[in-house]
């Protein structure tokens, strides 16, 4: 079965740190675009940082440009998000998700914006003041 694993997340305090993780379960990340999302209460989902795996060219939305950064380990065929200096707007449910994706760079699509069909389960992260 593929899926996505993930770990990580809990409770912090502004300015802290925390890092994800995303494990592929019965594949590898080898030729994926992987992306990180977050979901606030009462929001919209709204699309982080992505990683290609051909290149590891990365992606980061504005709000978390300099403070996050996504990463990966190929023989864990894990893919990580560490987050530093959080802030409470950071506050959220955050998922990882994954689609085919055997090209460098991102062919002028948005990195967030692709078709991603493997999801993980979630997890929370809040940030407290």
């Known amino acids: 079965q593929l899926r996505l694993e993930q770990s990580g997340g809990g409770l912090v305090q502004a300015g802290g740190s925390l890092r994800l993780s995303c494990t592929a379960t019965?594949?590898?990340?080898?030729?994926?675009?992987v992306g990180w999302f977050r979901q606030a209460p009462g929001k919209a989902r709204e699309g982080v940082s992505a990683i290609n795996t051909v290149d590891d060219s990365t992606y980061y939305a504005d709000s978390v440009k300099g403070r996050f950064t996504v990463s990966r380990d190929t023989a864990k065929k894990t893919v990580y998000l560490q987050m530093v200096s959080l802030e409470l707007e950071d506050t959220g449910v955050y998922y990882c998700?994954?689609?085919?994706?055997?090209?460098?760079?991102?062919?002028?699509?948005?990195?967030?914006?692709?078709?991603?069909?493997?999801w993980g389960q979630g997890t929370q992260v809040t940030v407290s003041s």
């Open positions: 019965g594949f590898t990340l080898d030729q994926y675009a």
């Open positions: 998700a994954a689609v085919v994706w055997p090209h460098v760079g991102w062919g002028g699509l948005p990195p967030l914006g692709l078709d991603y069909d493997y």
